[in-house]
């Protein structure tokens, strides 16, 4: 799925921009699954801002197990991007959300207000996120501009964080450690485009200044080097034996039938070893 130069633009810039990775057709039921489950409307933007969604949070949507979710964190041509990047066959797929950003523009809504981010999901000091998760990754569910706030990061900078944290004063003891004045370089994309980047990759969103919102679907493959504990407990979310956050109000309730999936999909979850 990848070649070998752009396994080499990923290790020089921290991230790779794979086009057309995921039909659109999967980004479109995706979509309206997030409607449902907010239990809003597209044909109703005044009412965006009155959900569940909260400025300040990127948008972010506590789903999880969605169907529609499944179908792509199996998709073959997915799994076959991270194997190229990660270097293994034994992988499993984590359990993440997804993202509804509304524009920052809104007459309802005066008051709603977003803003530009960059951090890391990890302590940089600690010497155990590069080797055991390694990468992270975003699907873009709808064609996604400049002004919509999407995924944007710092190229390189992964190369030198290290240095960075030392000079010219010593940052280690952040905790997060400040990033704000680094500035990020936007990433735009079409529905069906996925970007994965490196753990140590400064990243975040921008702010949606346009008049449509940004939606996302986070998609991350790790080594399937996990204990019989949490294999277990990533079975019982997926089957809807454990929730993984308060169900959002007035929302439908969620599908009783686990999410199919394929041979690839079972082991992705964990449900059968590699």
């Known amino acids: 799925m990848l070649t070998p130069e752009q396994i080499a633009f990923f290790h020089e810039q921290g991230y790779i921009h794979v086009p057309g990775l995921i039909p659109r057709e999967n980004c479109a039921a995706v979509v309206d699954a997030i409607f449902e489950f907010l239990n809003l409307s597209p ?25 529609s979710m499944w179908v792509n964190r199996q998709l073959p041509e997915v799994y076959e991007v991270f194997r190229a990047i990660m270097g293994t066959d034994k992988l499993v797929v984590t359990l993440d ?36 998760y390694g990468v992270q990754g975003v699907v873009y ?23 960075w944290l030392r000079t010219p004063k010593d940052r280690r003891s952040e905790k997060p450690p400040d990033f704000s004045g680094i500035v990020p370089t936007p990433i735009p994309g079409k529905a ?3 970007v994965i980047w490196d753990f140590m990759l400064p990243h975040g969103n921008g702010v949606n200044h346009s008049n449509r919102p940004r939606f996302a679907q986070y998609i991350t493959m790790l080594p399937a080097v996990l204990s019989p504990e949490t294999i277990e407990d990533r079975i019982q979310r ?3 034996s454990i929730p993984n956050k308060v169900a959002v109000k007035d929302a439908p309730p969620p599908t009783q039938d686990p999410a199919p999936l394929t041979p690839l999909g079972r082991k992705l979850l964990g449900l059968d070893p590699w």
């Open 97 to 132: 959300r997804v993202s509804m950003k509304p524009p920052v523009s809104s007459k309802s809504n005066p008051d709603w207000t977003e803003k530009s981010f960059v951090h890391l999901d990890a302590d940089p000091t600690d010497p155990r996120w590069a080797t055991e």
């Open 192 to 194: 069906g485009d996925m």
């Open 43 to 67: 044909d109703r933007p005044d009412e965006w801002y009155n959900s569940a969604l909260k400025p300040g949070y990127g948008g972010m949507v506590e789903m999880y197990h969605h169907p």
């Open 141 to 163: 569910l709808t064609d996604t501009d400049e002004s919509m706030g999407g995924f944007h990061c710092v190229p390189g900078f992964h190369r030198k964080h290290t240095e």
């Open 238 to 240: 997926w089957r809807g």
